[in-house]
């Protein structure tokens, strides 16, 4: 059974920054590329990044580009979301998610496993 767990939602300012973690449980991480999705309400789930297992290559919306980091350490089982120079429009449910692959992804479709999510409130 593997199991995602995030942290590190919470209300900031616009301009602020924040760091998301999932911590990972069963299955093989260090074999599984890692992806952060969010969901505005009444919205599908959006790719926001994704980090490879195979090289630790990285992948980005264009909305966050130069934001945004996503990182991974295989000795904790923990993929992490660094989120600076933050918008209103990054409000929303951010969730982690996993692949049985190792290489990186954009849709959804493709991570098997998820978590429940952390919500990011992001105020003018």
């Known amino acids: 059974q593997v199991q995602l767990v995030e942290s590190g939602g919470r209300l900031v300012q616009a301009g602020d920054s924040l760091r998301l973690s999932c911590v990972v449980s069963?299955?093989?991480?260090?074999?599984?590329?890692m992806g952060w999705f969010r969901q505005a309400p009444g919205l599908e789930h959006r790719f926001v990044a994704a980090?490879?297992?195979?090289?630790?290559?990285?992948i980005y919306d264009d909305s966050v580009k130069g934001r945004f980091t996503i990182s991974r350490d295989n000795a904790k089982n923990m993929v992490a979301l660094q989120m600076n120079n933050l918008k209103t429009e990054d409000t929303a449910v951010y969730f982690c998610?996993?692949?049985?692959?190792?290489?990186?992804?954009?849709?959804?479709?493709?991570?098997?496993?998820w978590g429940q999510g952390t919500q990011v409130t992001i105020s003018s």
């Open positions: 998610a996993s692949r049985t692959s190792r290489y990186n992804s954009r849709r959804p479709d493709q991570y098997v496993y």
């Open positions: 069963g299955g093989s991480f260090s074999n599984s590329a």
């Open positions: 980090i490879s297992a195979f090289d630790g290559s990285t």
